[in-house]
């Protein structure tokens, strides 16, 4: 089921296709070749490294706070997980056209509340303006990867035992140095799995992007995963060759960064 | 904290009780002058939006039966059964997650083509089964696993025999874990939405995710039917997912430890 579609593709990407989707022979690298000579290609990548770095360092950094915020009991504990969950558990797309209004530059509320608090002194257009519609995408993508991320880690903190801290404590060590020395260490299995999995999530994330940027024409602010859906489906390019390159490309971008986040976790592994 | 979270959400809710003239005032108000709980209605009587309920409905509930007849005894066996390739297999079944929809659009969508699938529930029930096999795979294993043999040794030695042992003791106790694969794969399916945009051409078939971007288009902006939809597909997913909360630690922490 993930098998052929995923051979479908590489045969895809080696051969032509006419406009209307009908295979017209192998042309070996060539859509590769084509993918290379397109000027969006660089501004593309681009976006994309700063889209996957942005939200998945922001992510983990939050929801290494919240995980242990919600570690210990306090009043209302259950509200917050509560509160977590539901990011989560609403669907992106209609998250994403949410937040398409609350960005809205004459009707939404954040230009409202900003302008109102004194915060800003006009307001913006957050999704048409160039400079500030990556970062409106990447905190809606923070938003929304914050549920997965904080489960993860908090899933590994529950598995660290309480008298090791005791133990920490016999030592000397409390406060930051005990999370430095043992609870980031301990909770390496956790932070693993929750950055690959974030890397491959965010780097395959659709609905955002597509949604958030949809006003503004061209590919000026697409990552690889809307731009591949653009030359496939929507562009007046409608080549199924190039797309399926892009997707090739894609698969092999998600494998690089994660065996080089892999192999940065295990080197700094050794000399702890 | 939980108001950051919510307060989108609440801002969803409120827009989807505004009745439309009130969506384009400037400055725009949180709370609607007049209340509009009329939209859901509308909404709910809409003979579009209640095609886009049954299809997504029949997507979700039958992918997930499929993940769950698949995924249990591929999990019980690896669980219980020490084989060559055991790694191997599961390691397989991660790789497929990294595989995420949306780099396959384009493959899946000439499968389907071939196959003369676009436009077919079978289609879009086999592509959400398939994404949420592996999560089930090993939320599964790792719930079979924690069944120690003994009770089912004992279960069959007092003559309930294997089938009978299976049936009777490691399935009732494994249900929570089954529940917890079940309610995931129908949240991710009931969720998915490049798929269906990708498979689902013609407008009549659909799920909620992909129909409800038509209340608001370059031609058409009614917000307010839109995040009232919303609201009504949300509901129910949030519910779901806080009955399962207290599992989601376990089976979390299941998968990575392993």
Known sequence: MVGYPAIELVRASLGRYSITGIYQGSVGLRNYARLVEQDALPTVLVNTLVWVVLVVGVTVLISLALAQLLDAPFPGRRLVRWALIVPWAASLIMTSKLFAWLFDYYFGLLNRVLTATGILAAPVDWLGDDATVMGAMVAVGVFVSLPFTTYVLLAGLQTISGEVYEAARVDGASGLRAYRWITLPLLRPALLVAVVLNLIYVFNSFPIVWTLNDRNPGFAHDTMITYMYKIAFKSALRDVGLAAAVGVVNVGLILIAVIAYLRVARWREEPV | ?258
């Not at chain 2, 003239?21 to 002058?33: H, I």
């Not at chain 2, 071939?114 to 994404?131: D, K, Q, R």
């Open chain 2, 1 to 258: 904290m939980a108001a950051v979270l919510l307060a989108p959400y609440a801002v969803m809710l409120s827009t989807a009780l505004k009745p439309e003239a009130e969506l384009r005032v400037t400055p725009p108000r949180l709370l609607p002058v007049e209340w509009r709980p009329q939209n859901f209605r509308t909404v709910l009587r809409d003979p579009e939006f209640q095609t886009w309920l049954s299809v997504s409905l029949t997507v979700a509930f039958a992918s997930t039966a499929l993940v769950i007849v698949a995924a249990a005894p591929a999990a019980y066996y690896t669980a219980r059964h020490r084989f060559r390739g055991r790694a191997i297999f599961l390691f397989l079944v991660l790789v497929t997650q990294m595989f995420a929809p949306t780099a396959l659009v384009v493959g899946l969508y000439r499968e389907f083509f071939e196959l003369g699938l676009i436009n077919t529930y079978t289609a879009l029930i086999l592509v959400n089964a398939a994404f949420n096999l592996a999560f089930a795979i090993w939320i599964l294993r790792a719930f079979f696993a924690s069944i120690p043999r003994e009770i089912e040794e004992a279960a069959a030695v007092d003559g309930c025999g294997r089938a009978g042992a299976l049936l009777r003791v490691v399935l009732p106790v494994a249900l929570p874990g089954i529940v917890t694969a079940a309610i995931f794969a129908f949240i991710a399916a009931w969720n998915e939405y490049i798929v269906a945009l990708t498979l689902m051409t013609d407008a009549s078939m659909r799920p909620l995710t992909v129909g409800i971007t038509s209340y608001v288009t370059a031609y058409v902006q009614h917000w307010d039917l839109l995040f009232a939809a919303s609201v009504i597909a949300i509901v129910p997913v949030v519910v779901l997912f806080a009955l399962i909360e207290p599992y989601l630690v376990g089976g979390l922490t299941a998968g990575s430890v392993k």
